[in-house]
C-alpha cells in the first residue's frame, strides 16, 4: 500500500517500512541497541533522502528507547544521577552535531561525511567487538576461568578531579569522562542519525566500570532524551523530521523489539556480542565499499531554493 | 458592427503580439482538472487537455498545410544545485558544482510531431520550444547564463531530472483528433512539487506561429499532508516537540500492551 510523505515528498510502500521497523527493531531488542545505524542507511536505500532519514530516526529511536527504558525503570536497573550527568553533554554534543548537520548540509559534503563516520566508526567499533567475543568464545571453551574485572581496578580515567558517587551503579567516577561521553554520543546521534547505544554501552562498560545491571537502562535513558531533542532540533533548524514516516517505523520498530528481546535472551552473552560484531562491521563495509567503488551516477541534484 | 469589433481586436492583438500574424486563428483551450490534491495516497496523476483551433479570418481558412502544436508545461520555479563526484584520496566526493537559478521544476514539452519539421530554427530557440531549447540559466561566477545543451552539468541536470519524470519531452504528445481538435495528457509524478503549473500551447502551420493560448493548474496538498507539512515549516520547533511527545506515547504504549511482569 502506497502512501504518500509529506515531508519527504515521496510515496512509499507502507508494509516496507512497517516491515523495516519490524526488523530492525528485532536486532534492537535482541542487542539491546537502538538499531538506527541499520535505519538510516535502510531508508536512504529506498529513496529518501539523507537529510530526512536522519531527522526522522531519530524519532523513531526515541521511541523504541522509550520502551525499553520504562521496562527497565520497572526492574530498578536505570541510574537516573550518571544518565543525567551523561546527559549534560549529551545536550552539548547534540546542539554541535546538530550544527555541523546544517553546515555540511549547505556545503554538499553531508554525505560524504556520513559515509566516512559510519565506515570509520562501524568497522571499529565491530572489530573490536569481533576480536573481544572471539576470545571470550576461544577462554570458555579452553576451559580457562573468565577473567573477571577486579572491583578495585583503577584506570588514568579514575584519576581524574571532580570525582562523584553513583549509587545505584555503586561507582565513584569523575565527571569529566562522563560528561565526555555524553558529548561523544550526543554528537555522533545528531550528524549520524544513530542512538549511539552500541557505543554507549561498552564505553560505560570499558571506562567507567558502570556494572551490567545497570548499563543498558542508563544508556537507554540518554539515548531516549538525546534522540527526543535531537527530534525537536531537527525539526526547527532544518524542518526535515517526517513524523508520518516517523509514525510508521515506530510502531514497526516497538513490537519488532519485543520479539527480538525474547530471542536474545535464550543466546549466550558472548554470541549475541559476536553477531552483533559482524552485523556492525558488516554495516560498515558495505558503507567503505559505496565510498570507493565508482558510483554509478557521478551526478547528483538537489533543490537549494524556490521563489 | 460586430465584424468591425472583430477586427479591431485582431488588429489590437496584432499590435500587442508581433510575433503572431494578423490572420490568426483563434485557440480554444480546455483542462480536465484546475486543481490536482495531494493526499496520503497520491502516487502521481495525469492531466487532459483539449482544444479547438478555430480559423476566423477567410485567409487561414484557405491554409494548404494541417496544423501543429506545441504544448509547454512549466512547474515553479526552484533553485538547484548540480553536483558532480570525483575520486579524491581513492574515495568518491562531491567536488564541482553548479547552481541552476530559477528553474522550473517540471518541465513537459509535447507536440504533435518533431519540432524541427514545422518550426524554424529561429523559432525553437526565441520561443524555447523543447527540451533542448529551454533556457535553464546557471550561475557561472558573477553571471547567470545557460552555455547550451552540450554542457556537461545542463546535460546531466535534464537527464536527472528526466529520470524522475519531472522533465519530459514527447514528439507524439499532442494528438490532433481532426486537423482542428486536439488533445494532450500532462503526465505528473509523485514527486511533482507543490505549487502552479503554466500550460503554454502554439499553433503552427507553414513554419508560422499563427496562435497561441495558456492555461494554468496548481499541485496543492490537502488535509493531513497539508497540515503536516505548513506544520514543519512554519512552527518547526512545536512540530518537533508534537514528535517527541508522539515517539514518547508510542514507547509507552508498548511497554504497557507488552508488560510481562
Known sequence: ?307 | MKRGIAIATAALASLLSAAIPASAERLVTSISRHQVLVTSSFTGTAIVLFGTIEPDTPASRRRASGYDLTVTVLGPKQTVMTRKKERLLGIWTNTDSRTFVNVPSYLAALSTRPIELFATADMIRQMQLGLDSFLLPQQIGADVGDPGPADPFRTNFVRLKTAHRLYSQKTNGVTLLTPTVFRTEITLPAEAPIGSYEVDVRVFTDRLNVARGNSAFEIVKVGFEQFVATAARDYGFFYGIAAAMMAMFTGWFASVVFRRD
Open chain 1, 1 to 307: 500500500m502506497q502512501i504518500y510523505l509529506p515531508i519527504a515528498d515521496i510515496p512509499v510502500d507502507m508494509f516496507l517500512v512497517l516491515g523495516m521497523g519490524l526488523a530492525v527493531g528485532f536486532i534492537s531488542g535482541m542487542f539491546g541497541i537502538g538499531g538506527g545505524f541499520l535505519m538510516t542507511p535502510l531508508l536512504i536505500f529506498i529513496g529518501i533522502s539523507p537529510a530526512v532519514a536522519v531527522a526522522s530516526v531519530a524519532s523513531h529511536i526515541a521511541a523504541s528507547s522509550c520502551s525499553g527504558v520504562l521496562t527497565y525503570w520497572r526492574r530498578r536497573a536505570v541510574d537516573l544521577a550518571l544518565g543525567m550527568m551523561l546527559l549534560a553533554g549529551g545536550i552539548l554534543g547534540t546542539a554541535v552535531g546538530v550544527w555541523l548537520f546544517t553546515t555540511l548540509r549547505a556545503l554538499g559534503q553531508l554525505d560524504i561525511t556520513i559515509g566516512v563516520s559510519y565506515v570509520v566508526l562501524l568497522s571499529t567499533v565491530g572489530g573490536l567487538m569481533i576480536n573481544e567475543s572471539i576470545r571470550a568464545i576461544l577462554r570458555e571453551q579452553q576451559g580457562k576461568p573468565m577473567t573477571l574485572r577486579r572491583g578495585g581496578a583503577h584506570t588514568w580515567v579514575h584519576g581524574l578531579p571532580l570525582k562523584m558517587r553513583f549509587k545505584r551503579s555503586k561507582i565513584y567516577v569523575s565527571a569529566i569522562p562522563v560528561w565526555t561521553i555524553g558529548f561523544i554520543i550526543g554528537f555522533v546521534g545528531a550528524v549520524m542519525g544513530i542512538g549511539g547505544g552500541f557505543l554507549l554501552v561498552p564505553m560505560l562498560i570499558y571506562f567507567l566500570h558502570v556494572p551490567t545491571a545497570t548499563v543498558i537502562g542508563t544508556s537507554m535513558v540518554l539515548t531516549l532524551i538525546t534522540m527526543a531533542s535531537a527530534t525537536v532540533m531537527h525539526a526547527t533548524t532544518n524542518h526535515l523530521v517526517d513524523a508520518v514516516l516517523a509514525l510508521i517505523l515506530m510502531v514497526g520498530g516497538v513490537i519488532g523489539a519485543q520479539f527480538g528481546a525474547r530471542a536474545g535472551q535464550n543466546m549466550r552473552g558472548e554470541r549475541l556480542r559476536l553477531l552483533l560484531g559482524l552485523l556492525v562491521l558488516a554495516v560498515g563495509l558495505r558503507f567503505a565499499y559505496q565510498l570507493v567503488v565508482q558510483p554509478g551516477d557521478l551526478y547528483s541534484i538537489r533543490q537549494i531554493g524556490a521563489e
